[in-house]
């Protein structure tokens, strides 16, 4: 889990370029889970096909996945950034693991550590300072909105995840999931509309490397091979070998990297707060892996 909230974070560096160049968050989406789902189908076919093979009653399950798991956790994100700062987006994105506790509490009636109820308290709390919301002067409705729709998006990701792969391979579910989301993109978005410019043209980077430049195709193929496929599979593995509500927890890590890698790429320093509030995180993940092996499955 915590390398995959790695490979997502390197995964923004190259997605910020591109959307500081205007590229819609959509398409970007959708060029994303396309080229991520032709590498995972190709792997899993020389694998072997038989893996891919579903039951007729596990296709709902498996389209809703990748449609709601896969499609609007990323859409809804790009989505709200333009409305929110990107500080309050992750916000109330990462309150999907509060969500998971309370469906696995009140819900699925199952016992919950409170060490784990500390530990999201922890995490949270942290992400707060991290992310210094309270410096944004205020909060547009419709991002706030769509916010809370990603958070109950990525809690469907983990909790139908940990079901899942229970059954099938990492590759074998994420191969399904992100597979439909680029069917459901080429539905919503043909291709034949799609900007093509925007792969052969040249970007500067920004912050340190703001003195190279990289070719736009180039910046799409880090977005899907370091920022997709192999967090992705990463997460999946992650989640079946520990909970969605744990790992919901351990993935509150990931702005962390992405401040870490701001400042050593992009020159933007972390404040004093901000350090505090990575130690805070990282005590609540130490407290949700605790709580882990108490948590009645």
């Known amino acids: 889990m915590i390398s995959a909230a790695?490979?997502?974070?390197?995964?923004?560096?190259?997605?910020?370029?591109l959307r500081e160049a205007d590229m819609d968050a959509f398409r970007l989406t959708q060029i994303r889970s396309t080229g991520a789902g032709l590498i995972l189908l190709t792997f899993a076919l020389i694998k072997g096909k038989d893996q891919l093979r579903a039951r007729r009653d596990e296709l709902k399950d498996l389209i809703l996945f990748g449609i709601i798991g896969v499609s609007a956790v990323t859409s809804f994100y790009f989505f709200a950034m333009k409305y929110l700062f990107v500080s309050v987006a992750l916000i109330i994105e990462f309150t999907a693991s509060i969500w998971?506790?309370?469906?696995?509490?009140?819900?699925?009636k199952k016992h919950i550590s409170p060490i784990m109820w500390l530990g999201i308290a922890c995490a949270f709390s942290g992400l707060i300072l991290v992310s210094q919301i309270w410096s944004s002067s205020?909060?547009?409705?419709?991002?706030?909105?769509?916010?809370?729709?990603?958070?109950?998006?990525?809690?469907?990701?983990?909790?139908?995840?940990?079901?899942?792969?229970?059954?099938?391979?990492?590759l074998s579910l994420m191969t399904w999931g992100i597979g439909v989301a680029a069917i459901f993109w080429a539905i919503i978005l043909p291709w034949w509309n799609f900007p093509f410019e925007y792969l052969t043209e040249s970007y500067s980077l920004e912050g340190n490397l703001s003195e190279y430049n990289a070719p736009g195709w180039a910046l799409i193929l880090w977005i899907i091979i370091i920022g997709t496929v192999i967090p992705y599979l990463l997460t999946v593995t992650g989640i079946r070998e520990l909970s969605a509500g744990t790992s919901s927890v351990i993935g509150m890590i990931e702005p962390i990297f992405a401040g870490v890698i701001a400042w050593l790429l992009l020159n933007e320093a972390l404040s004093t707060i901000q350090l505090i509030g990575c130690a805070v995180v990282l005590f609540g993940i130490y407290l949700a892996d605790k709580a882990r092996a108490m948590v009645v499955k």
Do not use: E, H, W
Request: proline content about 4%.
């Open 138 to 170: 205020s909060l547009n409705p419709i991002g706030v909105l769509v916010a809370f729709a990603d958070a109950f998006a990525l809690s469907y990701y983990f909790l139908t995840a940990d079901r899942l792969s229970q059954t099938r391979s990492p």
């Open 6 to 17: 790695m490979g997502f974070a390197l995964g923004g560096v190259a997605a910020k370029v």
């Open 100 to 108: 998971i506790a309370l469906y696995l509490r009140f819900v699925k």
